[in-house]
């Protein structure tokens, strides 16, 4: 097992952060799994560290925070044949419907239906 100390939003309130140390499952066979080392603060972190009015609406706490990064590939997971441990990666893990109007105008970005990938085992 290998132990991860992100940084987590952790009650539905203005502030409310920590780090938690996790303990991090083995890599499925289509994953790899990135040492971050560096992370960018953007629009999103600040409504979800503000606890604004928009941010009950797309997220529920406790959760890991930082969804733009860099790092380098440290394992690979037996079916992937693009990526090899030792690269140097970035990521920006929206993942957009393709479906709704945001999607049809070339808007990904504001997706109605738009969900984060990351994967945090307990």
């Known amino acids: 097992m290998i132990e991860s100390r992100p940084i987590f939003k952790e009650e539905a309130a203005p502030r409310s ?39 009950p609406r797309s997220y529920r706490p406790p959760m890991p925070l930082g969804h733009e990064f860099g790092g380098i590939v440290i394992k690979i997971g037996s079916a992937v044949r693009t990526i090899r441990e030792g690269d140097v990666v970035t990521a920006e893990t929206h993942v957009p419907c393709g479906r709704c109007q945001q ?5 990904g970005h504001t997706c109605d239906n738009l969900k984060l990938f990351s994967r945090m085992d307990v």
């Open 103 to 107: 999607c049809r105008l070339g808007r």
């Open 17 to 55: 952060v920590g780090m938690r140390s996790r303990q991090l499952a083995t890599v499925g066979e289509c994953e790899v799994l990135i040492k971050i080392h560096s992370a960018s603060i953007f629009g999103t972190d600040l409504h979800i560290y503000k606890w604004n009015d928009w941010a």
